[in-house]
Nanobody
């Protein structure tokens, strides 16, 4: 089992920044690829960013590329998402997720999820 707890969400004006953190515990977290997803009511969970077990390989959704940065610290069992130049359309509940080996763009392929943290961007 892997337990994930997100933090760092909140409200910010358009153009502002937020940094989300995901604290992982349980099995050897460094063996798990990590992903960030987001969801708004009535829509499917959307891939935001993914990072490999080593942190070398990263992938971003087109809508977040250049504005968001995913990183991980395996010594501290944490994964972060730095979000800059935020837009109202970034408003969503953001989730941290883990799966063995490589990251995936598909939410259904992740085994473990955090409870989510709300991000609200006002215009």
């Amino acid at each position: 089992q892997v337990q994930l707890v997100e933090s760092g969400g909140g409200s910010v004006q358009a153009g502002g920044s937020l940094r989300l953190s995901c604290a992982a515990s349980g099995r050897t977290v460094k063996n798990y690829a990590m992903g960030w997803f987001r969801q708004v009511p009535g829509k499917e969970r959307e891939f935001v960013a993914g990072i490999s077990t080593s942190g070398v390989s990263r992938k971003y959704a087109g809508s977040t590329m250049g504005r968001f940065t995913i990183s991980r610290d395996n010594a501290k069992n944490t994964v972060s998402l730095q979000m800059n130049s935020l837009k109202p359309e970034d408003t969503a509940v953001y989730y941290c997720a883990a799966r063995p080996r490589d990251y995936s763009l598909s939410a259904s392929l992740y085994d473990y999820w955090g409870q989510g943290t709300q991000v609200t961007v006002s215009s």
